[in-house]
């Protein structure tokens, strides 16, 4: 009668099969979320540029990945919504007249004729004119977020985004004392200009590069676009207006992730 016999490694084989058993989480736990690393930049005091102290970014914020199609959709959006779409032209109907046709439509020797609203005449019709309309397009709140800290992150990366410390302005609105201070940080003409971003208007700094356009711009927080973080060569915004434009851009960023439920 044959008997079942225990081999001498089964043993070994089967306590390690079941360590690695032991080593897989439960379907129940959820490991931590991984952490994302933070970016860090310098904070200036303006118009001396003399660092002040670091500010920590989330890497989602400041760090991301370039997306050029991302970008050339938020650029297109951003222009289909200003134009007015107000152009209006009258067709044959609209045009004030008799509907009465002008000559016999045979035994002249000349071209058909209709009424003296045809567009082919003078005063008459515009055939094919343009009518009011919608030139908006649509496109996604959070695609459209992501191309905001896109904008900004190329920048970042590229060495052109300057935080400065919140207060920008200078003393006086002449011109020539914003021309000094774009000459001597290099953000002027020769450098490819520069974009001034506050929290409010200043006044002094408003009305100052008001008649030095051909170093930069200056607008608000509010005014800012996509177009403008990346059509100058530089951004020297305030920390303030830097983090209300992250926070007023992140609906993207899903900070409570689902977990699944086992029962």
Do not use: C, F
């Given at each position: 009668m044959a008997t079942e016999t225990v081999l001498p490694g089964s043993q070994v084989l089967e306590s390690s099969s079941n360590a690695h058993l032991t080593s897989i989480p439960s379907s129940g736990s959820r490991g931590p979320a991984p952490t994302v690393p933070d970016v860090v930049t310098t904070l200036y005091s303006f118009p001396t540029m003399e660092p002040l102290r670091f500010a920590h970014y989330p890497a989602n914020h400041l760090h991301l990945p370039l997306r050029r199609d991302i970008l050339h959709r938020a650029v297109i959006f951003e222009g289909d919504a200003t134009r007015q779409g107000t152009a209006s032209t009258k067709w044959r109907d609209d045009v004030h007249g008799s509907g009465r046709k002008l000559r016999p439509q045979k035994g002249t020797g000349r071209a058909r004729l209709g009424d003296k609203k045809s567009p082919m005449l003078k005063g008459g019709g515009v055939a094919f004119g343009p009518h009011p309309r919608d030139f908006s397009t649509k496109l996604p709140r959070k695609m459209y977020d992501l191309a905001w800290r896109t904008a900004l992150s190329y920048r970042y990366r590229r060495g052109e985004l300057i935080v400065v410390e919140d207060g920008v302005d200078?003393?006086?609105?002449?011109?020539?004392?914003?021309?000094?201070?774009?000459?001597?940080?290099?953000?002027?003409?020769?450098?490819?200009?520069?974009?001034?971003?506050?929290?409010?208007?200043?006044?002094?700094?408003?009305?100052?590069?008001?008649?030095?356009?051909?170093?930069?711009?200056?607008?608000?927080?509010?005014?800012?676009?996509?177009?403008?973080?990346?059509?100058?060569?530089?951004?020297?915004?305030?920390?303030?207006?830097?983090?209300?434009?992250l926070r007023d851009h992140s609906s993207d960023l899903n900070r409570a992730v689902p977990s699944a439920v086992y029962h």
């Open positions: 200078i003393e006086m609105n002449e011109p020539r004392w914003i021309k000094q201070i774009m000459e001597r940080n290099h953000w002027g003409n020769a450098d490819g200009r520069s974009l001034l971003v506050t929290k409010d208007v200043r006044r002094n700094l408003y009305e100052a590069m008001a008649g030095a356009g051909e170093h930069g711009r200056a607008k608000t927080e509010d005014d800012v676009d996509v177009k403008d973080l990346l059509e100058l060569g530089r951004i020297v915004i305030e920390r303030s207006a830097l983090d209300g434009i």
